[in-house]
């Protein structure tokens, strides 16, 4: 089934796939989804050791030795070096590349930098 919509005067056919809708929302609304996404992620992956607010202030984080994901050490990591760890893992902490894939690593390193 095809439906047609106008959408800032561009004609645009949607399929229906869930994929197609997210890849047409103006790109703040896709950031603020991917974002989402990544605090859902970041929930249930990494809240465990880092604690909900990254201070790694949990009995896991505090056992582990985990950094505070809100310190100057890591605000001043590259963003390919904080990828790098989250995708291939460091020490103790598993890599997530495989089974989060590389867009999820690169969105949980934007959720990152905008803990406070």
Do not use: W
Not at 5 to 21: D, E, F, Q
Not at 26 to 40: I, W, Y
Not at 64 to 86: G, T, W
Not at 87 to 106: F, I, N, R, S
């Amino acid at each position: 089934m095809l439906t047609f919509t106008k959408t800032r005067g561009l004609a645009m056919v949607l399929l229906g796939a869930p994929l197609l809708a997210v890849a047409l929302l103006p790109a703040q609304s896709r950031g603020t989804t991917v974002l989402a996404d990544a605090a859902a992620t970041f929930k249930t992956k990494c809240a465990s050791c880092h604690g909900a607010d990254g201070s790694g202030n949990t009995p896991a984080g505090k056992s582990l030795k985990v950094r505070d994901l809100r310190s100057a050490e890591i605000k001043n990591m590259s963003d390919d070096a904080l990828f790098n760890v989250i995708a291939k893992g460091k020490g103790k902490m598993p890599a997530y590349e495989k089974t989060l894939g590389a867009d999820q690593c690169k969105a949980l390193v934007a959720y990152i930098r905008q803990l406070k």
